[in-house]
C-alpha cells in the first residue's frame, strides 16, 4: 500500500508565480478550488481509494464545505499551513501562528485532530530547520515536506529518502519525504505535480515499480489545479508557465493509470505514526553518505 495526497490550493496560489502584488488581489481572481477538488473527489471515489488531503486555511476559511465533503468521504485532513507563505520568507513566529491557525480551523471544521503538514513549495531546508520543533510543539505527529533533492528554492541533500521518525528538541517527529529515485548519483524527483507531467510517463511508472519492489512506500503529490486544463493563465517567467501549464490534459488519465497500477491510501495509515520513546537528535551531512548516494530507490 502506498501514499496518495493532494494539496488542496487554488490555482493562483502557486509559489511559481507569487508576488506582493497578486497575493493582494487573491480574493479578486476566480475561484476554481471546489470544483476541482470535487474532480479529485469523483475520480477517488470511482477508485474506491482514500488520500491525505493537505489543505490550504485560506482555503478551509472560504469554502468550510469542501474541507467537511473530503472528511465525509473518508480522507485524512492534514495541514498545508494558512497561507501559502514560503518557510524560507517567515520568521519562527510567523511560521508559528501560521501552523497553528491552519490546524485549529482544519480540526474546528472537521472534529478530528490534525496529525500532518507539508510545507508550501517544500520549503524546510537546512536554513529551516528550526520549524520541526515548532511542528512538534504545536501537537504535529509527522511532516512531508524535506526532499532529498539539491534545488534552488528547496530541498535537502543527502537527508533519508524514506519515512523515518526524528528527534527535535521538542521530541519526536515523523518524516514523510516525496518519493525520489537516486540516476546516476543524482537523486530526482518523481512523487508528482510538475515532474509527473513533464517526464516521460512509461518511465516514470517504471521508476515507481522499483521503489514497490524494494517494499517502500511511494509518497505522491498532486493538485487540484492539475486537473483543470481550461484554468485561467497567468503572466511569469517562460519556465515557470511552461512547469505551471504543459500536459495538464494529460493528468487526469495519467492519475487514473497510477490508481488501476498502484494501491493508494492516507500518509496516516499506511505508516505506524503511533508515538515512540525520543531518539538521539538527528544531525544531517554537508555531503550525502555513501548509503545514501547509492540507488537505494
Not at 152 to 172: A, R
Request: net charge negative; hydrophobic share 40%.
Amino acid at each position: 500500500m502506498h501514499c496518495l495526497t493532494f494539496d488542496i490550493e487554488e490555482h493562483f496560489q502557486v509559489s511559481r508565480f507569487d508576488s506582493p502584488i497578486r497575493r493582494r488581489h487573491w480574493g479578486a481572481f476566480e475561484s476554481r478550488v471546489t470544483a476541482n477538488t470535487c474532480k479529485v473527489l469523483e475520480l477517488l471515489a470511482r477508485h474506491q481509494t482514500r488520500a491525505t488531503f493537505f489543505i490550504l486555511g485560506w482555503v478551509a476559511e472560504r469554502h468550510p464545505g469542501l474541507i467537511k465533503q473530503i472528511a465525509e468521504c473518508g480522507h485524512e485532513i492534514a495541514s498545508h499551513g494558512y497561507g501559502h507563505e514560503l518557510v524560507t520568507a517567515q520568521t519562527p513566529e510567523l511560521f508559528r501562528a501560521d501552523v497553528r491557525k491552519s490546524k485549529q480551523l482544519l480540526e474546528d471544521l472537521t472534529g478530528t485532530p490534525v496529525q500532518g503538514y507539508r510545507a508550501p513549495g517544500f520549503t524546510i531546508t537546512r536554513e529551516t530547520l528550526w520549524a520541526l520543533p515548532i511542528l512538534a510543539e504545536e501537537g504535529y505527529t509527522y511532516d512531508s515536506s524535506l526532499v532529498p533533492i539539491r534545488h534552488e528554492h528547496c530541498g535537502l541533500p543527502g537527508s533519508d529518502p524514506w519515512h523515518h521518525l526524528k528527534q527535535t528538541s521538542s521530541g519526536p517527529l515523523w518524516e514523510v519525504p516525496p518519493s525520489t529515485v537516486n540516476l546516476g548519483g543524482v537523486r530526482i524527483p518523481i512523487a508528482g505535480g510538475s515532474y509527473f507531467r513533464l517526464l516521460p510517463f512509461a518511465a516514470l511508472c517504471g521508476l515507481m515499480r522499483r521503489i514497490e519492489r524494494k517494499g517502500r512506500p511511494l509518497v505522491m503529490y498532486f493538485h487540484p489545479w492539475e486537473l483543470d486544463p481550461q484554468q485561467p493563465r497567468m503572466e511569469g517567467p517562460f519556465f515557470s508557465q511552461l512547469a505551471h501549464y504543459l500536459n495538464l490534459d494529460k493528468m487526469e488519465p495519467r492519475i487514473t493509470t497510477l490508481l488501476n497500477t498502484f494501491r493508494f491510501g492516507p500518509i496516516s495509515e499506511q505508516i505506524d505514526l503511533s508515538p515512540v520513546l525520543p531518539l538521539e537528535p538527528t544531525v544531517f551531512p554537508a555531503i550525502p553518505p555513501a548509503e545514501i548516494a547509492q540507488d537505494v530507490a
